[in-house]
């Protein structure tokens, strides 16, 4: 994927050739690499908000670009975003309620208001708000985590397959970032929905993926389970990366049946 012009001698590769599939069954990948190294270039490409100058993307082992209008329409709901800042998602305006229905009613998954309010508080429930505290207010009157927490649930109530999540949780404190990581940890086990967790934190990638994928400089130079990722390295910038991850914080409840990383 490049950027900028040749002519103008603007070119950027941010991303090289790379090749990542999903697994079909529903699992948690994480992107793990530092700023710049093309993490969130990837997942726009997959999420179709940006078109590969080279390659492509397959949803269901078709092209993106040759999707016709019904299969099109299937992967935007299937494949849903949350990104790092959960306010700017919203329009100060509007009740988050609205933020809440509008993707239903678009996708025609709800017939009546009844039903989409329904659908609305399992959702709510699922990433562990309370719908009484957090329905009929205002953007600015919720907290960070709770306007994540809702971008979540909104993505969720679409019934998607994958959740693509870029930096969800860098924005938060590390409290609700546990909270957070863990109602997307539940979404796996208890909704069979993929994520695809983008992240500068091998921890917490550490902690919650079935899969880490480590980028460095546009391309992808490891991928594996998490525990051969972090024990036994395989390139230099992998090495580098787990020598830098600080010690495991106790005080942190993750909540999640999984080991710490060594020291
Ligand atoms: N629209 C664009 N135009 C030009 N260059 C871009 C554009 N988007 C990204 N880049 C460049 O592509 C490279 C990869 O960027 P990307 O945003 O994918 O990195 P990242 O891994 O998500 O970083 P971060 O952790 O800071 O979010 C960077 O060098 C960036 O400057
Ligand atoms: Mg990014």
Redesign the pocket.
């Given at each position: 994927?490049a950027?900028?012009s040749k002519r103008a001698n603007?070119l950027?590769?941010?991303?090289h050739e790379v090749s990542l599939a999903l697994p079909t069954e529903p699992a948690i990948t994480a992107?793990v690499?530092?700023?710049?190294?093309?993490?969130?270039?990837?997942?726009?490409l997959m999420l179709g908000l940006?078109a590969p100058t080279q390659g492509s993307v397959l949803y269901d082992g078709q092209d993106l670009s040759q999707l016709d209008r019904s299969a099109f329409a299937r992967y935007r709901r299937e494949v849903q975003a949350v990104f790092?800042d959960p306010y700017s998602v919203y329009n100060p305006f509007y009740k988050v309620d609205r933020s809440l229905l509008l993707p239903l009613q678009r996708f025609g998954l709800t017939k009546t208001r009844d039903e989409a309010y329904a659908r609305i508080h399992q959702c709510l429930e699922a990433v562990g708000l309370r719908p009484g505290d957090t329905l009929g207010r205002y953007p600015h009157q919720l907290s960070g985590g709770q306007r994540q927490r809702i971008m979540i649930a909104r993505a969720l109530s679409l019934r998607p397959r994958v959740i693509v999540a870029?930096?969800p949780v860098s924005m938060v404190d590390a409290s609700l970032r546990a909270t957070i990581l863990e109602s997307l940890y539940r979404l796996k086990t208890e909704q069979q929905v993929s994520l695809l967790y983008?992240t500068?934190d091998l921890t917490t990638a550490y902690q919650i993926a079935d899969r880490i994928v480590v980028?460095f400089n546009?391309e992808i130079v490891e991928e594996g389970e998490p525990e051969r990722v972090i024990h036994a390295p395989r390139h230099a910038y992998t090495r580098s990366l787990v020598s830098a991850v600080p010690p495991p914080d106790p005080t942190i409840d993750w909540g999640l049946d999984v080991e710490e990383l060594p020291a």
């Amino acid at each position: 994927m490049a950027f900028g012009s040749k002519r103008a001698n603007t070119l950027k590769l941010a991303l090289h050739e790379v090749s990542l599939a999903l697994p079909t069954e529903p699992a948690i990948t994480a992107i793990v690499g530092e700023s710049g190294s093309g993490k969130t270039t990837m997942t726009r490409l997959m999420l179709g908000l940006q078109a590969p100058t080279q390659g492509s993307v397959l949803y269901d082992g078709q092209d993106l670009s040759q999707l016709d209008r019904s299969a099109f329409a299937r992967y935007r709901r299937e494949v849903q975003a949350v990104f790092q800042d959960p306010y700017s998602v919203y329009n100060p305006f509007y009740k988050v309620d609205r933020s809440l229905l509008l993707p239903l009613q678009r996708f025609g998954l709800t017939k009546t208001r009844d039903e989409a309010y329904a659908r609305i508080h399992q959702c709510l429930e699922a990433v562990g708000l309370r719908p009484g505290d957090t329905l009929g207010r205002y953007p600015h009157q919720l907290s960070g985590g709770q306007r994540q927490r809702i971008m979540i649930a909104r993505a969720l109530s679409l019934r998607p397959r994958v959740i693509v999540a870029d930096e969800p949780v860098s924005m938060v404190d590390a409290s609700l970032r546990a909270t957070i990581l863990e109602s997307l940890y539940r979404l796996k086990t208890e909704q069979q929905v993929s994520l695809l967790y983008v992240t500068h934190d091998l921890t917490t990638a550490y902690q919650i993926a079935d899969r880490i994928v480590v980028m460095f400089n546009g391309e992808i130079v490891e991928e594996g389970e998490p525990e051969r990722v972090i024990h036994a390295p395989r390139h230099a910038y992998t090495r580098s990366l787990v020598s830098a991850v600080p010690p495991p914080d106790p005080t942190i409840d993750w909540g999640l049946d999984v080991e710490e990383l060594p020291a």
